[in-house]
């Protein structure tokens, strides 16, 4: 046992379960047409990775990341209208507790030099976004009305940037003293925010409402991966965790929302989209765990 967090003989045999899972998944299952069978064995992997959490102790706002990532998995396994913004929105939910995860771990921390590394990375990812949004929304629909469309966009992305912030807050909110609570106007430019981005969102609905929700998403995301750039040196397989997901999930917008069926890309995406995912996953938890135990 070291520290808060004890890692013995059951946290390593989830573990395997969770490595088998998703070998089985995307050696076998992956171009398979969606069953239950399939999505369960999707499930498994961040399922059973969650059970080895909760067995070593480990930081309970990893735990809950890593749950709301299976649930993702699985509603995500079923290419369903209705069960994809379910999925959105769990790993949603997962991105805002990375945000806070890492941000309490740079907050804690006094590892934070070199800093030119870490504003090179911060400038890499937001280039890498802007690139991907460029080329993502170049459509006929998006081209007849250039201005609305990318204040739409522009709105719904700060509104995913801004998230963390709201959450933190409110939670600050909830669990402060009344004395030292703030003035609940204090909130009131992020919920006018929240208010426009519906606004907008729903006057350029024409673009596609799955597009433009998951552009709150890309923001969230995309916050999560600037914010892994501060955690202490000793988490970098954290940061490296972070960019993997922000390309797994760009990759998966690609395949959903701009491949034609028919595209010869398709062949290679979800591969891409499934093993940069596991990593992402992997690393995330492994630079984590390697902070909590340094501290």
């Not at 967090?5 to 089985?24: E, Q, T, Y």
Request: net charge positive; aromatic share 14%; with cysteine.
């Amino acid at each position: 046992m070291v520290g808060a967090i004890s890692i013995g003989p059951v946290f390593w045999a989830l573990a395997a379960l969770s490595s088998l899972a998703a070998l089985a998944y995307g050696l076998y299952f992956l171009g398979r047409p969606p069953t239950f069978v399939r999505a369960l064995v999707k499930t498994l992997f961040m399922g059973a990775t969650a059970a080895a959490l909760i067995t070593a102790h480990a930081p309970f706002p990893l735990t809950v990341a890593i749950i709301c990532s299976a649930l993702g998995d699985f509603f995500l396994a079923f290419k369903s209208k209705w069960t994809l913004p379910l999925g959105i929105f769990a790993f949603l939910l997962a991105q805002l507790v990375y945000v806070v995860i890492f941000g309490a771990m740079w907050f804690f921390s006094g590892d934070n030099k070199p800093l030119w590394p870490r504003y090179a990375a911060m400038v890499a990812i937001g280039v890498l976004l802007v690139s991907f949004l460029v080329w993502f929304w170049r459509t006929d629909e998006f081209k007849r009305a250039p201005i609305g469309s990318t204040l739409s966009v522009v709105t719904l992305l700060a509104l995913g940037v801004s998230l963390p912030v709201l959450v933190v807050s409110l939670l600050m909110y909830v669990n402060g003293d009344t004395a030292s609570r703030p003035s609940l106007t204090a909130f009131a430019p992020l919920f006018a925010l929240l208010f426009a981005a519906i606004l907008l969102a729903t006057w350029r609905r024409k673009l596609g409402a799955i597009q433009l929700v998951a552009m709150i998403y890309a923001g969230a995301i995309t916050t999560m991966a600037i914010a892994a750039m501060w955690l202490p040196w000793i988490g970098w397989p954290a940061m490296l965790g972070a960019v993997s997901f922000l390309v797994s999930d760009l990759v998966l917008a690609s395949e959903m929302f701009r491949l034609p069926a028919d595209a010869p890309a398709r062949r290679w995406t979800a591969p891409v989209v499934w093993w940069t995912y596991v990593a992402a996953q992997l690393l995330i938890i492994t630079g984590i765990i390697l902070v909590a135990l340094a501290r």
